[in-house]
């Protein structure tokens, strides 16, 4: 008995000290990946903090050579561009991704799934030379509604995929209730199915959103940059990366200061839509449930 009770007492202080070193490895690995990106924003603060100023988000650029200006032109460029790309590439995705769950296993969502796998492993500066292809070079001059669609092509892979695993973590029983009660496929697929998904579709989006609005290369071929104010999305646009990317190559200190502020205004305005997004989606959860989402699909 003594024996058995020593053994056993040996196995429990075994497994903790496993599990002990487990976690421990674990806490390491998350610190060692966690750590680039530390790195990467205190760089950004440590370099573009000091011209961070009212002038850099207030102002038009200044000719070269001369000191101050701002990128006023380039945050505001930067958001139409992103809303272009929304209202292109959303859609597509989600779209896409519903049809995948739904179908996954036809002929035809075979071909889309492969299509989305194929966008997704494209280098962005290819996706900016086909829409230079198709848009820009017919109508014989740089857009924003071109670099719009350049970003919106970048943005489809990415929802569609994580749209069509998120549908899948949906309850089938919820679906089948909703075909019992009468609805039809269509509203079953929006109404129920994709409010179940929505909160792993929302991270999707914010990451596709992200991705995009750094993307520098096709905009080279698509909105090409303007150096004054300009919203009409038939015409050549601003945009921060583009800014960042002039910026970076010239030889005067305070344009590569600004390129630094220009990066770290890039990422604050990413993190205030992810804060917002979320902020937006417990405020409707609250208000309809009277209670706090969890994390998950049940988020919904």
Known sequence: MTTRLAQRTHTVARRRRVGMLMTTGVWCAAALAVLPLLAILAHLIVGGASALT???????????????????????????????ASLFGLPVGIGAGLYLADRGDSRSATVVRFVADVLSGLPSIVLGIFVWELIVRPSGHFSAFAGGVALGLLMVPIVTRATEEMVKLVPRSLVEAALALGFPQWRTSFVIVLRTAMPGIVTAVLIAIARAAGETAPLLFTAFGNAYWSLDPSQPIAALPLQIFAYAQSPYDDWHAQAWAGALVLLLLITLMSLLSRWVLRARHTLMHGTVPRAGVDDG
Request: charged share 0%; glycine share 16%.
């Open 54 to 84: 009212p002038a850099l988000l207030l102002h038009m650029p200044a000719p070269a050579g001369m000191v101050g200006g701002g990128m006023a032109n380039a945050i505001v460029g930067t958001l139409l561009l992103i809303v272009i």
